[in-house]
């Protein structure tokens, strides 16, 4: 696959920004950065949000994740419902791989929910890009500008709370989930390379 001298920069900086952060993690120097966020997010704690957070976190799970790309195939049988398959498949195998090299502890804080395994990087950060960010990047196609406007958001919106309601929650530190988005950007990325070029070659 070619891929553009453009998508590969992007590519190589998101790469390397999750490089340095965890080379940061792993000589421990991240405590500043994941107690203030960790703390602000605290804040917000209140029954609202307790109850929003642990909803919204299990759009991340895996039982839900594959639910969603089956009636996605079921609706898309096509190259696009293929790809989204793929990205699901990458970021777990991905996510699996990096939390066994860097065997980094879940936080000890007050948890809402029981979540076993290591911490970095966000197993639900990654799948938030690589599944809804590949679908937001279908959506931003869409013609009709109410439509395109209205999912976009709600899909942001979605890729957003899964990353804060992991920190909300207690099972991840801020950088885990950081460190989740920039791998499921990359991943994007290169799905999106691979769509271009299926479409090229079809012309």
């Known amino acids: 696959m070619i ?6 920069l992007y590519c190589s900086v998101f790469l390397g920004l999750f490089i340095l952060l965890a ?9 500043f950065f994941d107690e203030k966020i960790y703390n602000f997010i605290m804040h917000m704690r209140c029954e609202f949000f307790d109850n929003y957070f642990v909803f919204i976190t299990h759009f991340g799970d895996p039982i839900f994740i594959v639910l969603f790309i089956l009636c996605f195939l079921f609706i898309c049988r096509n190259i696009y419902g293929i790809l989204m398959l793929v990205s699901a498949i990458d970021s777990s195998l991905i996510t699996v791989l990096f939390k066994n090299i860097f065997v980094r502890a879940r936080p000890d804080h007050l948890k809402l929910i029981v979540q076993d395994g290591y911490s970095f990087p966000s197993g639900h950060s990654m799948i938030a890009i690589c599944v809804y960010g590949y679908l937001l990047y279908l959506v931003l196609k869409i013609k ?13 919106i979605l890729i957003i709370s899964i990353g804060i309601s992991r920190i909300y929650v207690g099972v991840h ?8 988005y920039l791998l499921g950007v990359i991943e994007v990325i290169l799905l999106t390379e691979v769509l271009n070029l299926y479409k090229i070659r079809g012309k």
């Open 23 to 31: 080379i940061v993690i792993n000589i421990d120097k991240t405590f």
């Open 173 to 180: 530190y801020p950088t885990d989930v950081l460190g989740g």
């Open 144 to 156: 009709n500008k109410f439509f395109r406007y209205f999912f976009s958001t709600l899909l942001l």
């Open 3 to 8: 891929i553009s001298k453009k998508k590969l």
